[in-house]
């Protein structure tokens, strides 16, 4: 008889383990894992629209237009003067503003 209520009591307290295991990955889901994903989209969405002079925002923090487009890579013209042209990847841009009409 002793014996029974002590594995009773066991299983039920791996149960609790394992209800706050899902708890706790639940939290975590909604905490870190789903606004990270969502910012992903964002920012696929963001550069997936960016078009030909549109005003953009490297990760370095530089200001810039976009002169070029391909797949992978941009060319961004930077400064006033008009001779500052550079490719870079698309991931290096931080953000776009769209031009306006």
């Known amino acids: 008889m002793f014996l029974t209520e002590a594995t009773g009591a066991g ?3 791996m149960l609790i383990m394992v209800v706050w295991m899902v708890v706790l990955f639940g939290i975590m889901y909604l905490l870190m894992i789903r606004p990270q994903k969502k910012e992903q989209k964002r920012l696929k969405a963001m550069l997936a629209d960016m078009a030909v002079g549109d005003a953009v925002v490297t990760t370095g923090g530089f200001y810039g237009i976009v002169i ?7 060319i961004v013209e930077f ?3 008009r001779n500052c042209r550079i490719p870079m990847r698309k991931g290096a841009i931080a ?3 769209k031009a306006s009409e």
């Open 79 to 81: 400064g006033n003067n």
């Open 68 to 74: 070029d487009i391909t797949d992978d890579d941009v």
């Open 11 to 13: 299983a039920g307290g």
């Open 95 to 97: 953000e776009v503003e």
